[in-house]
């Protein structure tokens, strides 16, 4: 069973348009990361965010935290083929390890 | 430099082989960690270290054995390598006492076995 759910599992979208990949889970998390995965490379962070309800933005990329910190999503504005990548959110596990979601494999086409 | 390094990048071996996979980090993190990464992307958690003390250690067959000499290394050992062994593996690392800056990943060993 997997802890975090994202989705859609796979997303592809012409360069321009704007997207948005969501992380579920009915467990509360002490805190979520978000990681963009590219071929042949290991994960690389983009952002924790901590607080419910929180709101994080890294250039076209809007990360939230759900209230109940139990979600969260990732919006990306005007996407450019450099965005392609596998999106994987990852919750702290009460053992003290990251847990992974399965991933958003994101292709944006010029 | 590299943060985490791993090696080798590529690992191709027959089934019942014993083999290693090398990892390093330069970050002075506390922690390390292996993932397995299958076919459909998935990473799941294998085992970590704190201060060379086995603190997760998952459902993983014991062929599978990670050793520590120090704090900048975590290998993995893998015994009687089967066909289901077929993964990229991962290494991370970690400041255990503030996860708020996540994890670093090395570039991962690809694993095969035939």
């Known amino acids: 069973t997997q802890l975090l759910e994202q989705s859609p599992q796979f997303l592809s979208i012409q360069e321009g348009e704007n997207l948005t990949v969501y992380c579920n889970s009915s467990?509360?998390?002490?805190?979520l990361q978000w990681y963009r995965q590219e071929p042949g490379e290991g994960p690389v962070l983009l952002v924790t965010?901590?607080?419910?309800?929180e709101v994080k933005k890294l250039k076209r990329l809007t990360f939230q935290f759900g209230d109940a910190r139990k979600d969260s999503s990732l919006h990306i504005t005007a996407a450019q083929p450099g965005d392609t990548g596998l999106y994987l959110c990852a919750g702290a596990h009460p053992n003290n390890d990251m847990r992974f979601g399965a991933g958003t494999r994101l292709t944006v086409k010029p | 430099d590299t943060a985490v390094s791993q090696t080798p990048k590529y690992l191709v071996t027959q089934m019942g082989n014993d083999k290693s996979i090398k990892c390093e980090q330069n970050l002075g993190h506390d922690t390390m960690y292996w993932y397995k990464q299958d076919s459909k992307k998935f990473l799941k958690i294998m085992f970590s270290y704190n201060n060379k003390e086995l603190i997760i250690n998952e459902t993983v067959p014991n062929r599978f054995s990670p050793k520590s000499p120090d704090k900048a290394h975590l290998n993995l050992h893998i015994n009687s390598l089967e066909l289901g062994d077929s993964a990229v593996y991962f290494c991370?690392?970690?400041?255990?006492?503030?996860?708020?800056?996540?994890?670093?990943f090395g570039s991962g060993t690809r694993l095969t076995v035939v």
């Open positions: 965010v901590v607080t419910g309800g």
């Open positions: 467990s509360v998390f002490s805190s």
């Open positions: 991370a690392s970690s400041q255990d006492s503030d996860r708020y800056y996540g994890y670093t």
